[in-house]
């Protein structure tokens, strides 16, 4: 019988469980990787005011040029790791490339907002034509995405850090730290870019934090959920 893991204890070879060596570069389909964790990416100011992230995959980076509009780095925030807080007005734009037609996955680690009466965006598409979102209906716990069609999830519970996995499409798939959490149709916007923490327009903002966010212009196989998630919850410390 073959031994579950290797001599050197490096890497599994049992395929349905996931490898400490595993990172996103392994992924198919890469299009972007923005850890938010890794400050040799980073470029921020002697406020820690951010004005850029390199895509680790060797994409475009996201970038803020604006001093107002430029996010907090905070230092050892989450499970030790640094993170990024979105205040109100901050975002992280990439307005020259996207992944494409859908389906297409965004999957990554963020603090989820309490309700405040107002609605908090996470990310969005660049143009009404080419939206694609995730965000906190107000006070209600409703958390939708959209991309052309909506759909939404009545939810009190994830006010808090978690992982996500999100496959937009015409059979989208929502999954939560590991668990199936909505499916729906988010329709058949093309993404031509990404601005990080607010809404295309820059008026509804996600005003919380993020840690890492990894997309995929495709869809994430079944054991690349897996492994994303075990990626993400032994880094993060989510559930």
């Known amino acids: 019988m073959a031994p579950l893991f290797n001599q050197n204890f490096l890497t599994w070879s049992n395929p349905s469980i996931n490898r400490v060596s595993w990172t996103p570069d392994d992924l198919t389909n890469k299009y972007a990787w923005y850890d938010f964790s890794d400050l040799s990416t980073i470029t921020k100011d002697g406020s820690n005011r951010v004005s850029e992230v390199t895509d680790k995959f060797g994409g475009t980076s996201i970038t803020q040029s604006t001093a107002g509009e430029q996010p907090l780095w905070l230092s050892a925030d989450q499970n030790g790791k640094d993170v990024i807080e979105f205040q109100a007005g901050d975002h992280l734009d990439n307005e020259s490339d996207g992944a494409g037609s859908v389906p297409n996955t965004i999957s990554g680690v963020m603090l989820f907002p309490d309700n405040d009466g107002n609605r908090h965006m996470a990310w969005n598409g660049l143009g009404v034509s080419n939206r694609f979102f995730f965000e906190l209906q107000g006070t209600s716990d409703v958390w939708s995405w959209f991309g052309g069609s909506n759909f939404t999830k009545t939810d009190s519970t994830v006010h808090q850090w978690n992982s996500f996995n999100f496959v937009y499409g015409s059979s989208a798939v929502m999954e939560l730290n590991g668990s199936s959490w909505q499916t729906g149709n988010t329709g058949t916007h093309s993404w031509t870019g990404i601005r990080v923490g607010i809404d ?26 897996i492994d994303i998630y075990n990626y993400l919850s032994a880094k993060w410390g989510t559930p």
């Open 200 to 225: 295309f327009d820059e008026v509804i903002d996600w005003e919380s934090k993020i840690g890492e966010l990894i997309i995929q212009s495709g869809t994430s196989t079944a054991q690349e959920k």
